[in-house]
């Protein structure tokens, strides 16, 4: 993992391969976020920023979501905020809209992948089965958000889907913690990991920043990588 100092410059571009690529020098470890109060969302992306964690996904799981990523894009330059939980082509135009740099779904649509095989930015459809996988292959896509990891299937099913699919990339998330990620990140078809134990609720809800910059330096630790 390059340092904050040499790493790239993150990519414009919807580029399908190139493009996310290069997104993704940026760290192995995406923090999945939820963010129920907007005064939250600035002083959590610089904790994370602080720990080593650059790419943020913020979820749009609730009412404070857009406005939450509104300003950390607005307020943290060195976070590379991208929109999670994108479940249709609307959605996806939010993204866009915000100034997201990358953007991901749980699962996929013919008209989200349609979308998304069009629109500006890298995209990471969600899959759970070969079948779902085929499909976004179809649309161009070679990486993607295996989701829910463990309930999935875990890396047994990850190792299983190398076989027939050997070109393509994985960004397991949930169900994945501190004590498996470096497990999962050996996986030669996996790219990075998403988890929301990265931003505990807790300490989010307490204003504890440093524990979650710590957390996410310890992350790092436990992979092999630092900031």
Request: charged share 15%; glycine share 10%.
């Amino acid at each position: 993992m390059s340092s904050i100092a040499s790493a790239p410059v993150a990519p414009n571009s919807s580029d399908m391969g190139t493009g996310l690529e290069q997104l993704l020098q940026f760290g192995k470890l995406v923090p999945v976020i939820t963010i129920e109060r907007v005064e939250d969302a600035v002083p959590l992306a610089r904790a994370l920023v602080a720990g080593g964690l650059r790419l943020l996904e913020i979820t749009l799981r609730t009412m404070a979501a857009v406005d939450a990523a509104r300003k950390i894009i607005a307020e943290v330059p060195d976070a590379i905020v991208g929109i999670g939980t994108v479940l249709t082509p609307e959605d996806l135009q939010c993204a866009i809209d915000l100034g997201a740099k990358f953007a991901l779904s749980p699962g996929a649509t013919p008209s989200l992948l349609e979308a998304a095989a069009a629109g500006p930015i890298p995209f990471i459809p969600g899959v759970a089965t070969s079948s779902e996988l085929m499909q976004g292959i179809g649309y161009g896509f070679n990486t993607f958000k295996f989701f829910p990891a463990v309930p999935s299937g875990g890396i047994p099913a990850l190792k299983a889907l190398s076989g027939p699919f050997p070109r393509i990339k994985f960004c397991p998330t949930g169900g994945i913690g501190a004590d498996n990620a470096a497990e999962w990140l050996a996986l030669p078809n996996v790219v990075a990991l998403g988890g929301s134990w990265l931003t505990s609720a807790n300490d989010v809800r307490s204003g504890n920043w440093a524990a979650i910059t710590a957390r996410a330096q310890h992350a790092l630790t436990r992979i092999g990588t630092s900031a």
